[in-house]
């Protein structure tokens, strides 16, 4: 492992007493009614979200765990490098690269996703981040960001309807108002440019480049303002990976989107129209200083030509935190792990 944890003196009493509260630590968590709850809430909204795509004709796929290459989009977070036979691999980041190569196979795919990112010591208590967490992942061949944008707002508005309807009886009674959950399906969803977006946020004081991502906080501020999902298009040029497709129509503007969810609980989705141009993508490749040789595997693919797509990522944990009204995605998930946290 290029990433390792670094070596401790401890005695054996302090080991077996470390072993003792994380085990403690596991059974409250797994034996508590909130866990209960947002696993279910968790369970309905991927059965939901499963019988609306196959239902639109996308096959699920099993998604892969580590490779050659991830994705190099992590905002800050580090990737995990393995030893794989001699070679140096990847886990995976996000398994975007590999959801446009799987379109060779079907045109509409989608996976439950796992992902590994080392993220910085101060999002360990954001509520927002975990080291290993799910997406779900959806990719369309043929399909404009549009279309995508579509798709997404139907899937969310649709998980959330199928949970209050399942679970509505028990999240009021934890607290979460289900009206308030309803009213935040209501489509369509609003919507701002980045340009816009960063424009509020100067407006009322919020120090935001508009150059670069929404910073974490200037997302709560803005989702804060909205009872339903916001939608935040046309990112900049060089704030996004290689795979987002540049506008023809406005050059450094991509043609990309987020979804923030209402009431302060921030980024849930990031999608984009694909590049899918050969030349184009090893020209965005050195364009951020990275070696396209690096991306071998990959580029071999889409030289030989991939379809084009759009596609998105949902947070899983981000949506259960937000239909359940927790405070932590780390609720969200039956073993959490946190940046710097030592956890099972």
Not at 92 to 99: G, V
Not at 209 to 219: N, R, T, V, Y
Not at 259 to 286: A, C, H
Request: include cysteine; glycine fraction near 8%; charge should be neutral.
């Amino acid at each position: 492992m290029t990433v390792q944890a670094q070596p401790v003196s401890v005695s054996a009493e302090a080991g077996i007493s470390g072993t003792a509260s994380a085990s403690a630590d596991t059974r409250a968590h797994l034996t508590s009614a909130t866990t209960a709850l947002a696993l279910s809430v968790q369970d309905r909204m991927l059965r939901a979200a499963r019988s609306h795509l196959t239902g639109l004709g996308f096959t699920e796929l099993l998604p892969p765990i580590l490779g050659p290459v991830t994705d190099p989009g992590v905002r800050g977070a580090k990737q995990v490098d393995i030893d794989y036979y001699g070679h140096r691999y990847k886990l995976m980041t996000s398994a975007i690269l590999y959801k446009q190569a799987s379109l060779l196979t079907f045109e509409r795919i989608f996976y439950v996703a796992p992902n590994i990112r080392l993220e910085p010591l101060e999002t360990a208590n954001t509520g927002r981040h975990l080291t290993e967490f799910h997406q779900l992942d959806v990719e369309a061949a043929g399909t404009s960001r549009a279309e995508a944008m579509e798709l997404a707002e139907k899937l969310v508005a649709h998980m959330i309807t199928a949970v209050c309807a399942n679970l509505g009886d028990r999240i009021a009674a934890a607290g979460r108002d289900t009206a308030e959950l309803l009213r935040s399906a209501t489509t369509p969803f609003d919507r701002t440019s980045h340009a816009e977006a960063c424009a509020r946020l100067r407006a009322i004081g919020h120090s935001q480049s508009p150059d670069a991502e929404l910073d974490w906080a200037g997302e709560a501020i803005l989702s804060r303002q909205h009872d339903r999902p916001l939608f935040i298009t046309d990112y900049p040029k060089g704030s996004r990976g290689f795979y987002d497709r540049e506008r023809e129509d406005r050059p450094g503007i991509l043609e990309n989107f987020d979804l923030l969810l209402p009431g302060g609980f921030g980024e849930l989705i990031s999608g984009s129209r694909r590049e899918n141009r050969y030349r184009e993508i090893v020209t965005r490749i050195r364009e951020t200083g990275e070696n396209p040789a690096k991306y071998a595997w990959y580029l071999g693919v889409l030289r030989d030509g991939l379809p084009a797509s759009s596609g998105f990522g949902i947070g899983v944990e981000r949506l259960t935190r937000f239909l359940a009204g927790l405070d932590s995605v780390a609720q969200a998930t039956s073993f959490p792990k946190r940046a710097g946290v030592l956890a099972p």
